[in-house]
Structure formats: structure tokens, C-alpha cells
């Protein structure tokens, strides 16, 4: 079903807009930046914090931006060169010839889950999917760190290093990495900063799962959804839904095939259920 609530999912801006108006805590977007006009959507004090920005549309965090503050009002680019707010809006209208962008303030990790990053936004894909009720449950849940976000870190060869999530108990399962040479290693430490990791409860578990699930019901457009979301000192909040989830990620993580996951009675309902009326519409 291709509802304007399934559609606003692939539209970073749209979808913040359909989370604020049914109550779901997402990521805020203070502006946008299309065609050289920058749109604000708060008052000049909330952009005096770190800036995050990224295309309207754009998939897997690619071509990002981040403005760190080092002062009210002043930032340091990715490239290390210091600008005000004035600079910032200027060159981000300048990229908007070409591309369509949104400003976000940077989130931070919550305290309990800091040690595991450096600089980047620890990420949690929750996968959910509608059951015969057309209600949403929880099949799985990674807990992901994305390696291009933490320049400080030893060059490595991992875009991301992630872990299952135990969906009853919120314990971290063992780390691994998503090249070749290391897809097949597992550590119980981060392999990079040393902090433990297997076995480690995550006490906000319970409100990262309920949070997509919430977010499901609103976008029930969708049989199946992939949730990105951050757990910040301020709580939970979704930052997107993927309605085309990496199946093969979960899988490895997990160890476990999808066909003997929580998800798969769920997928065979709605290919019985398709079948079925395929099979209806050709008779007729």
C-alpha cells in the first residue's frame, strides 16, 4: 500500500513532520536547504550546538556533514576549518544547487552506552513487522557502530561493527564486522577501544523496542520496517524507517536464518496471505 505516511518514510523531512504530528520522538530537523534557501524551523539559539547534516533523501548516512561547536555560535567542519553560523547557512546553501538538505542537531549517546564510541552516534536497527492483527511486534534488534564516523579510531577495514540484541533480556551478544576477513570473527570486547561487550544489558532495551513499535503503528503502510534509532540522555529517539532492511545483516549477527527467527511466522502469514489473493484475482 502506497500511502502518503509509507511515502513520507523515504523523506527525512516529511517523515519528522508525520512523527511530530502522531507523538512518535524522532531526531529534530531545525532546517532545510533547497535551492539555495535555507528554512528554519527553530529560533537561532537551537543551531548553537553541534550540526549534523544530511541529504533529505539519502540512505546508509552517506555524505554527511557534522559541525562540531567549539564556541557559541562557531563551529569546526570535517575538514578542521572553523566557521560561524553565517558561514555554515552560506555553504550549505551553496550545496543545495544540487542537493536537498537538512539540518539536525548532533545527538549524543546516552551515558550507559558512551565507552562503546568515540564520535559517532551509536545506532540501534530494530526490525518489526505486522502480525495477522495488523498489530506490529519485534523480531530483532543490532546494536551498531558505524566505523566512517570515528576518525580517531585505527584504520580498519569495517564499515560498521554491530551485535545481536537479546529481545527479552536487552543483553548484547557477541561484536563483529562486516568485511570479509572479519564478518567470521567474533569478539566479546570491542575490538577497537576494548569495552565489554558481550553480556552487557542495555536498560533502555524495553524503550527502544516499544519506540518502534509505536512508530510501526503509524506507518502501517509497510509490512515490514527496519528502524534506525538513538538512545540519547533525553531518551529514545528514531532517526528513520528502511522499508527494504538488510536481511543478511541480521541474519549473521544473529547466526540464525530468518526461516528460524521470530519473523519468519510472521513473513509466511503475509505470503500465505498474498498467495491467496493472487490465486483469487487469477480466477477471476
Known amino acids: 500500500e502506497n500511502t502518503p505516511l509509507t511515502r513520507e518514510m523515504g523523506d527525512k523531512l516529511a517523515f519528522w513532520r508525520a512523527c511530530q504530528e502522531h507523538g512518535v520522538p524522532s531526531a529534530p530537523v531545525l532546517a532545510c536547504v533547497e535551492r ?15 550540526l549534523f547534516v544530511k541529504d533529505r533523501r539519502g540512505r546508509g548516512g552517506k555524505r554527511t556533514m557534522n559541525f562540531e561547536r567549539i564556541a557559541p ?23 543545495s544547487a544540487t542537493r536537498n538538505l537538512i539540518v539536525q542537531p548532533k545527538l549524543a549517546n546516552h551515558p550507559s552506552i558512551a565507552p562503546l564510541a568515540d564520535k559517532s552516534l551509536i545506532v540501534f536497527r530494530v526490525m518489526t513487522c505486522l502480525d495477522r492483527h495488523d498489530e506490529p ?14 576518525p580517531n579510531w585505527p584504520s580498519c577495514p ?20 562486516d568485511y570479509p576477513s572479519t564478518c567470521t570473527r567474533w569478539f566479546a570486547d570491542h575490538p577497537l577501544n576494548g569495552e565489554r561487550v558481550f553480556g552487557r544489558r542495555l536498560e533502555g532495551w524495553g524503550e527502544i523496542a516499544r519506540t518502534a513499535v509505536e512508530a510501526h503503528r503509524v506507518f502501517r503502510g509497510r509490512i515490514l520496517v527496519g528502524w534506525d534509532i538513538g538512545w540519547t540522555p533525553e531518551g529514545v529517539r528514531i532517526l528513520e524507517g528502511n522499508s527494504s532492511p538488510d536481511f543478511s545483516y541480521f541474519q549473521r549477527v ?8 521470530p519473523l519468519a511466522p510472521l513473513l509466511n502469514f503475509h505470503l500465505d496471505a498474498l498467495t491467496e489473493r493472487l490465486l483469487r484475482d487469477a480466477g477471476n
Open 254 to 261: 544473529y547466526r540464525t536464518p530468518v526461516g528460524r527467527s
Open 137 to 150: 511486534r519485534a523480531t530483532h534488534g543490532i546494536l551498531r557502530i558505524l566505523r566512517r564516523f570515528e
Open 158 to 177: 569495517d564499515a560498521d561493527w554491530g551485535c545481536a540484541i537479546d529481545l527479552e533480556t536487552g543483553a548484547l551478544g557477541m561484536m563483529t564486522g
Open 36 to 50: 539555495g534557501n535555507f528554512t528554519g524551523f527553530a529560533a537561532r539559539e537551537a543551531f548553537d550546538c553541534d
Open 73 to 95: 555560535y562557531s563551529y569546526r567542519d570535517d575538514e578542521g576549518n572553523v566557521c560561524d553560523l553565517d558561514a555554515v547557512q552560506g555553504g550549505l546553501r551553496a550545496i
